[in-house]
């Protein structure tokens, strides 16, 4: 609270003895200083003494603007920038080139596996390749005898349709050895490559394993941007639409997002709306798991909604109550509230919105006039 205690003694001693015997005798008559009839809800106090109070006097929020939605959230790495990198084939784990924590560009190698099964697939490669080639030799000797008159038509035809179908099985027997990685050293080798560029977040591989087809070996994320997982109460969610700024704040940090995903249907444990933010993570602010705190912008709705601080509001009897400045201090304006988000409370009704009102320190008006209430008791 910005208020030091010989502030506060200043407004309450001013405030009981009214600056001088006339103004007592004047309070005793029950009429203030000007000849009107002093009100129960209203408190005098004079410009020095509301700044020595330090009470900040500030006019409504008009207009739609409901502040923001507090949650909290957590930071997750981008689902599209997170591969697992498999065994290809099944076989013993002879090379394994990085570690946790470590970059790697996209094709990197990061293993090579030792396989019996490799050793197959490349050497029907060379076998593809060789009949490739003897076909190519055949359909252009045909092509010369033909040419000259001393083959017929159709041994050209049929060493074209050779050539063609060699060609084919050699392209096959490539993609199959592309698949598994290929590039191991020796025939009986693949290597296994990155399919992005990123950090190794996660080693599951040990050198010598015997591993099946599939198994994980390594698991790779790009995290130079994250995501922002996020759950809200379908009232709130609402009002979220793809495109809003968030406000990240976590420990010293802070950065902006924007809402990419609202979630049309709500989760069947927790019944809320999850809802995801994109963040720009290149500089490597953010860690994958970490809670963090979430402040949703809402945008202004164009209506005239009136918003007030929440610390401007103040409990009198049972209802809510607003100071509202007057010439001689403040009254206290009875109000109906509306929603609360981020500190700001909406105004249902109550007030007009070109009042100016007691936004900070408000308690102290509010006990200067239960002391003006109990003095008019006694």
Known sequence: MNIRPLALALVLALGACGGSDDGNASAEAGHTDDGHA????????????IAEAGIEVTR???????GAIEVSAVIEGDPQGVQVVSAALGGRIVSLTRNLGQPVR???????????????????????????ALAQSNLRREQRLFAERVSPEQDLVAARTTAIEAAIA??????????????????????????????VIARSATLGQTVAADAELYRVADLSRATVALSLVPADAGRVRPGAQVDITAA??????????????????????????????????WRVGETVSASILIPPTGDRTIAVPSTAVQMIGDRPHVFVRTATGFTATPVT???????????ASGLGGDERIASTNSFILKAELGKGAAGHED
């Open 337 to 347: 509230l509306g929603r609360t988000n981020g500190g700001i409370v909406t105004v």
């Open 252 to 285: 010293g940090r802070r950065q902006r997002a924007r809402i990419s995903f609202v979630s049309p249907v709500l989760d069947e444990t927790t019944r809320l709306v999850p809802v995801i933010a994109t963040i720009d993570n290149r500089a490597g602010t």
């Open 170 to 199: 050699l392209r096959l027997a490539r993609q199959q050895m592309t698949a598994t990685g290929g590039g191991g050293g020796a025939l009986n080798r693949v290597a296994i490559r990155s399919p992005l560029g990123g950090q």
């Open 38 to 49: 002093a009100t129960p809800d209203a408190v005098r106090l004079t410009p020095q003494q």
């Open 60 to 66: 409504p929020t008009v207009g739609g603007a409901a």
């Open 106 to 132: 996209r094709g990197d190698t990061l293993a090579i596996i030792e396989s019996r099964e490799a050793a197959s697939l490349n050497a029907e490669v060379e076998a593809a390749q060789a009949r490739a």
